[in-house]
């Protein structure tokens, strides 16, 4: 089998842009365009990438071999009808939105299961990409593309990825909540964050090798009201008052079997 080598036009300048389009551009695959509305940030990754850019949808290269859509959820559809270029692929890399929501006969999903920051550097190694394509030729392809970046490729159908995006969201998203208001917490009585990272990456370690229900420590697994109740004394009322009281119940009725 030949070397893959694709021409790449990236749609989009966000975080994943900037993370992927670099990373491909490292297995040589060529960006030969970024595309967005706004014009700084599309001058932006260009420059970053040394490749063409365009503001106007239909100044698109349409010599291209894929189109990566990494633009917001909610304009995935609309952007995807307003590329009128013909037999060609076209994915997005989101993890909510269906492979159907793209039109084109070729279409699909290229999805990295990470959150991506522009100034944090991410090595894709560690990176599971989730894939989807409306052929099994254009499966293929982006198989063997993904597999350039990460040795964690899963073939992941839209539900899939649906329930996947839902259960990413409680393992990251609310989890960095919670690191938000234990930051408040401790910044009201001048203590630095950094004094729980030992414990936060303990935690992490611990269901790399465990299930997270064998692995739950703390008052509420401990069904230990005294601590339970003084916590949320010093809480006082207020959302996070809410919360450390619903999440305390829902462990005690989790494990409550076992007690």
Not at 85 to 93: A, D, E, P, S, Y
Not at 178 to 202: A, C, F, H, Q, R
Request: charged share 25%; with cysteine.
């Amino acid at each position: 089998m030949s070397k893959l080598k694709l021409n790449i036009v990236i749609i989009g300048a966000g975080n994943v842009a900037w993370h992927l389009a670099k990373e491909l551009q490292k297995k040589e695959q060529k960006i030969i365009q970024v595309y967005n509305r706004s014009v700084e940030p599309a001058i932006s990754l260009s420059q970053h990438l040394n490749c063409d850019f365009t503001t106007r949808i239909e100044d698109i290269n349409e010599n291209a071999d894929l189109y990566i859509l990494t633009v917001k959820d909610s304009v995935i559809e609309e952007v995807s009808e307003l590329i009128k270029i013909k037999n060609k692929l076209i994915v997005h890399t989101s993890g909510a939105v269906e492979q159907n929501v793209i039109k084109h006969k070729r279409r699909g999903v290229f999805y990295p299961l990470q959150t991506f920051s522009k100034e944090k550097k991410l090595n894709f190694k560690h990176i599971p990409f989730c894939i989807e394509a409306s052929t099994s030729e254009d499966y293929s392809t982006l198989m063997r593309l993904a597999t350039l970046l990460s040795p964690m490729v899963y073939n992941i159908d839209s539900n899939q990825r649906k329930v996947l995006h839902v259960a990413a969201v409680f393992a990251c998203n609310f989890t960095n909540y919670m690191y938000m208001i234990s930051d408040e917490i401790l910044s009201d009585k001048n203590i630095p964050l950094d004094i729980l990272y030992p414990l936060i990456k303990e935690t992490a370690t611990k269901i790399s090798k465990h299930k997270p229900k064998d692995v739950q420590t703390g008052p509420a697994v401990r069904k230990d009201q005294s601590v339970i109740e003084d916590h949320l004394n010093y809480l006082k009322k207020g959302i996070n008052y809410d919360i450390y009281k619903l999440l305390s119940k829902n462990i005690i009725d989790k494990n409550k079997d076992e007690l």
